[in-house]
């Protein structure tokens, strides 16, 4: 598969993203803070990385969460996988959440988040009085977990 080049401007300190193993398919995201923030239980925030991307045209950015921090401090992101566009310009920050019990402080350069290239396509909508039908229907929301 060949490369695919996304320019990138770095206001932070920290190392570009970049990927972790040979087979991994995110970059982790640091965060770009002056000092450590905080979050109570069940706080939200926003944290920059001081990162700007320009991504070829058919690809987005998807944001997602780093599964330790989740598992182990509770630390998810809101709004995901959060999209950053191709035509986007302005800073990459995350919506970071602490959904543990306790306090939980991310420190300057912390890895925060993943993000993940990734191709699109844009579909026209067809306005229809009829969809055909298939065996689920209309079920949704657990219907095929069902016994």
């Known amino acids: 598969m060949a490369d ?15 990927y972790a193993t040979a087979d991994a398919a995110g ?6 803070l002056e000092t450590a923030v905080t ?14 991307i320009e991504l070829p045209a058919g690809y987005e950015a998807q944001i997602r969460p780093r599964s ?6 509770g630390i998810t992101l ?11 310009r302005g800073e990459i920050k ?7 019990n306790e306090p939980q402080t991310i420190h300057p350069a912390d890895r ?3 993000m993940v ?15 055909s039908e298939t065996v689920r229907g209309t079920g949704g929301f657990g219907h095929t977990g069902k016994s």
């Open 4 to 18: 695919i080049i996304v320019k990138i401007i770095n206001k932070s300190d920290n190392e570009l993203p970049a």
């Open 27 to 32: 970059m982790d995201l640091r965060a770009h």
């Open 39 to 52: 979050l109570q239980p069940l706080e939200r925030t926003l944290i920059p990385t001081g990162l700007f």
């Open 68 to 73: 330790g921090l989740a598992i182990k401090q």
């Open 78 to 88: 809101l709004n995901t996988p959060g999209t950053i566009d191709a035509d986007y």
């Open 94 to 100: 995350l919506i970071v959440i602490n959904l543990s």
């Open 112 to 114: 925060v988040a993943q």
């Open 117 to 131: 290239i990734a191709p699109f396509v844009q579909v026209v909508m067809e306005p229809v009085a009829v969809l």
